[in-house]
């Protein structure tokens, strides 16, 4: 009963430095998004798909890249870390795009750039 | 000024108490609005979504809209422990993009 799983849980990386968190999800869902979540900020989506092939920007996107290549994977990649970067990221997946249909969480990845 | 303001808190109750937890919003196009629970160091999971005005009530918990006045609220009723948490209100304003406004979270600590 996995359903989202984020790698890594934690990390700290180095201004400039690259890396690319990973999201993957067992319930077949075709709709993923990744936000940020920020202290006293709320979460922000960055990106999301709505299928294999297909991606889309999200309200704060710069700094970030995304592929999707399969239904189960969504990663994200950060090509030059910058301090502002430093965040809670949180993958998420959901059957569908109808809001009433719930959007299914991982338990993030706690990144710190210094 | 946020689209969706709620109070940070912390906010700490007896157990059994009746508890309250609001967000106010400023876009009148809001028409979904949802409430997560986010336990400490996990992700966000749905409790409970409402569709326009009205109240909702799933067990212990009732979701309130009032739209003319851009206000929701969650009741928990009987709160426990294991209630503690944080609790962020989401909105969205047609189901295409899927596009979700999140508030920045209430922090709840139900005192046994």
């Known amino acids: 009963n996995a359903g989202v799983t984020q790698t890594p849980k934690f990390r700290i990386l180095k201004i400039g430095q690259s890396m690319t968190l990973q999201c993957a999800q067992d319930m077949n869902h075709n709709y993923m998004y990744w936000y940020r979540q920020d202290p006293g900020m709320g979460l922000k989506l960055i990106y999301y798909s709505v299928g294999a092939g297909i991606t889309d920007k999200g309200e704060v996107p710069n700094g970030y890249n995304v592929s999707r290549s399969t239904t189960e994977d969504f990663p994200l990649r950060l090509e030059l870390a910058a301090p502002s970067q430093t965040s809670v990221y949180f993958c998420a997946s959901s059957y569908s795009l109808e809001s009433t249909q719930p959007q299914h969480f991982g338990d993030g990845t706690r990144l710190s750039i210094l | 000024q946020k689209e969706v303001e709620q109070d940070p808190g912390p906010l700490s109750v007896p157990e059994g108490a009746i508890v309250s937890l609001n967000c106010t919003y400023s876009?009148?196009?809001?028409?979904?609005f949802m409430w997560y629970r986010q336990y400490s160091r996990k992700g966000p999971e749905l409790l409970m979504y409402?569709?326009?005005?009205g109240n909702k009530e799933d067990g212990r918990f009732t979701a309130q809209v009032d739209k003319s006045s851009k206000y929701i609220s969650l009741f928990i009723r009987d709160s426990q422990p294991s209630d503690s948490a944080t609790y962020l209100c989401a909105m969205s304003g047609n189901t295409g993009r899927r596009a979700l406004t999140f508030g920045s979270g209430t922090r709840l600590q139900v005192q046994p």
């Open positions: 876009n009148s196009a809001f028409q979904y």
């Open positions: 409402t569709y326009s005005s």
